[in-house]
């Protein structure tokens, strides 16, 4: 009997949906999936840990521990080999920490896969997951585009009985399986390592629900799936579907349907009509084409268009082909797929290859992420050493815990905060930040004149305000009146999953218009609002500052490259409207200027 596991409360806190339902409805939708009878529930991964930090709201642990309080069915993790959840790799001390304080909050069942499919890279992970008594399901992943991708799949398969792993899982990022492929893979795969195969499949044309199918008739025991809503939006495979489908078949699966509608049901009460994250036709189309996922192909489109160069989709689209050869196939998996997007990017808009080289690419090229499927181009590895280094070196190990801790100056309180210091760093200092003042706060009803029990119910109150998405709630018992009003939240604008953004000399880059006495400068790009140029240095600008043409005004850091936004022209700063490190949209207001001594912007 096929198992089948949901993924929808990891896609929905994770972009593009982070933060569309309150927390209170997530829990409830976790309640009503925990019934419907699924193998496990996978419930967060690398993109939920990375929306969490950028929002600064919620800490992805707390989420976990409230589902797990809420659900009896086993949680699952999606694990990026030394990657963890983060876009580096970290120290092994990192790894067996961030693994044991996963276990502790009640992950059951973690899903680790290597970017590279380098099955070394899995090896610390897995036996910090074995000795902490877990699943371990280790992943492949397939990526079309150089013969023999089968057979290698199949060789690197053989290496995971011995690292502990209990099922093999075939991973398909980029809707590139095809059913007699899936039938090839799940087969060989499963009599070369002689465990239980299972089948993590996206599809925008109704391939993934194919693919599903035929996995389940070759023996694939494990089918992962998101009820319809998401499943739609999101390339999928729809539970509903493949349930029924299954059933009359005659491959019954345990799962309750409805409970897929009634969960289906809340997510349409908040999501409704409104487009999550469109993707046009044609965009989808050239993913199919390309063999990439849809989302990467949506944000470079979105970069191109954002520096007048929306005609040359299709030519970044073949650099990303070309330059994927180039570095020894890998698959196109997060993090890797940003960082060949991010070079073939550079690439086009500089109108030079490999002229400038990212330093992630740098690393993916020299070693530092593992060992590519294939060989590296030689012209190439040569180029990239010619470059020469920008910031980037392999000499060093990443931080262990000690010095992590020792940089955190007492931020980290707890071994979960430790482990996501490491991961993010400076963007994880603003959450915890926002947890320790929170945490002040609630420590402050016990210091005064309200006794334990009173402070135990306004807690509850805050609770059901952070959980519920209400806007304020006021009880009045024995002569107390208590109101609990949801602060304003900045909005967290979702930026295009890619990691760098290429640094063109644009002098049309700021985006500036004048409106009354004042112009507002408006970021040109999707990224992240940087007001310094590194942790602990002052900012460019103050309120109050007077900026000359040319001064530079803020970095915006999109596909981990920093691009300096300059001021057109002379004026006085009056208001700074992002708070740094906040990520920022298109057309989004940054700052605003008034002209000096009165005379006018023109």
Same mark, same amino acid.
């Given at each position: ?17 982070? /933060? ?39 800490? !992805? ?11 009896t069915t086993p949680l699952g993790l999606?694990?990026? =080999? ?62 079309? *585009? ?8 199949? @060789? ?32 060989? $795969? ?5 465990? !239980? ?64 509608? &009634? ?8 999501? *409704?009509?409104?487009?999550?994250? !469109? ?59 940003? $960082? ?21 690419? %740098?690393?993916?090229?020299? /070693? ?6 294939? #060989? ?25 815990? &000690? ?6 100056? *007492?931020?980290?309180?707890?071994e979960e905060d430790l482990v996501l ?7 994880? &200092? ?17 210091? *005064? ?7 135990? %119910? $306004? ?16 009880? @009045? ?7 609990? %009003?949801? +602060?304003?939240?900045?909005? +967290?604008?979702?930026?295009? #999953? ?9 002098? &049309? ?23 310094? #140029?590194? !942790? ?23 596909m981990k490259l920093f691009n300096e ?19 920022? @949209? ?7 200027? @008034?002209?000096?001594? =009165?005379?006018?912007?023109?």
């Amino acid at each position: 009997m096929p198992k089948i596991v949901d993924t929808t409360i990891r896609l929905l806190s994770q972009d593009p949906l982070a /933060g569309k339902l309150p927390t209170g409805e997530v829990l409830r939708i976790a309640e009503i999936l925990d019934r419907a009878g699924f193998a496990h529930l996978e419930v967060s991964g690398g993109g939920v840990f990375d929306s969490a930090v950028r929002r600064a709201v919620e800490s !992805p642990w707390e989420r976990i521990r409230a589902i797990d309080a809420r659900t009896t069915t086993p949680l699952g993790l999606a694990l990026r =080999g030394r990657f963890l959840v983060g876009s580096r790799p970290v120290s092994a001390d990192i790894v067996r920490r961030f693994v044991a304080c996963a276990a502790e909050n009640g992950i059951d069942v973690f899903r680790l896969h290597d970017p590279l499919n380098d099955v070394e890279n899995l090896r610390e992970a897995g036996e910090a997951i074995v000795a902490a008594g877990k699943d371990f399901h280790a992943g492949l992943v397939f990526s079309a *585009g150089r013969q023999g991708e089968i057979d290698a799949l199949v @060789e690197r398969s053989k290496q995971l009985p011995e690292l502990g792993a209990s099922r093999v899982i075939v991973n398909d990022q980029t809707d590139s399986l095809l059913p007699h492929l899936t039938e090839e893979l799940v087969s060989r $795969i499963g009599e070369a390592t002689g465990l !239980p195969v299972g089948l993590f499949v996206q599809g925008a044309a109704g391939t993934g629900l194919l693919n599903a199918v035929v996995a389940t008739r070759l023996g694939a025991d494990l089918i992962a799936t998101a009820v319809y809503p998401l499943a739609l939006t999101l390339h999928r495979v729809s539970g509903e579907s493949l349930v029924d489908t299954l059933e009359g078949l005659g491959r019954p699966t345990g799962v309750t349907t409805s409970h897929l509608w &009634e969960a289906a049901d809340i997510i349409d009460d908040h999501i *409704g009509d409104a487009p999550v994250a !469109p993707v046009a036709p044609r965009i989808a189309v050239r993913a199919a084409e390309y063999d990439l996922p849809a989302g990467l192909v949506a944000a470079l489109d979105v970069h191109l268009r954002a520096h007048a160069a929306g005609d040359r989709l299709l030519d970044t689209l073949a650099e990303v082909v070309k330059i994927r050869s180039e570095a020894g196939w890998p698959p196109i998996a997060s993090p890797i797929g940003q $960082i060949l997007a991010s070079q073939a990017l550079l690439n086009i808009l500089s109108a030079r290859r490999y002229g400038t080289v990212l330093d992630e690419f %740098r690393m993916l090229i020299e /070693g530092g992420y593992g060992k590519t499927p294939m #060989p590296i181009d030689e012209t190439v590895a040569r180029a990239v050493e010619l470059v020469g280094a920008s910031g980037a070196t392999l000499d060093e190990d990443p931080p262990s815990a &000690e010095d992590v801790r020792e940089a955190a100056e *007492g931020l980290a309180a707890s071994e979960e905060d430790l482990v996501l210091l490491a991961m993010f760093g400076q963007e994880a &200092e603003a959450l915890l930040q926002a947890i320790r003042q929170r945490h002040s706060r609630e420590t402050s009803l016990l210091m *005064g004149d309200v006794d334990a029990t009173r402070a135990e %119910r $306004i807690r509850e109150l805050v609770k059901i305000v952070q959980e519920s998405g209400v806007g304020e709630i006021e009880i @009045e018992d024995d002569g107390m009146r208590v109101s609990v %009003r949801r +602060a304003d939240e900045a909005v +967290a604008v979702v930026a295009p #999953p890619l990691a760098g953004m290429p640094d063109v000399d644009d002098p &049309e880059l700021p985006s500036v218009t004048t409106g009354g006495p004042a112009t507002r400068v408006e970021s040109p790009m999707v990224g992240v609002f940087y007001r310094s #140029p590194s !942790p602990g240095t002052p900012a460019f600008v103050e309120v109050g500052d007077v900026v000359t043409v040319g001064q530079t005004l803020c970095l915006l850091e999109a596909m981990k490259l920093f691009n300096e936004l300059k001021a057109e022209q002379e004026g006085r700063v009056t208001a700074i409207h992002v708070e740094s490190g906040q990520p920022v @949209e298109f057309g989004q207001l940054l700052f605003e200027l @008034e002209p000096v001594d =009165g005379r006018p912007i023109v």
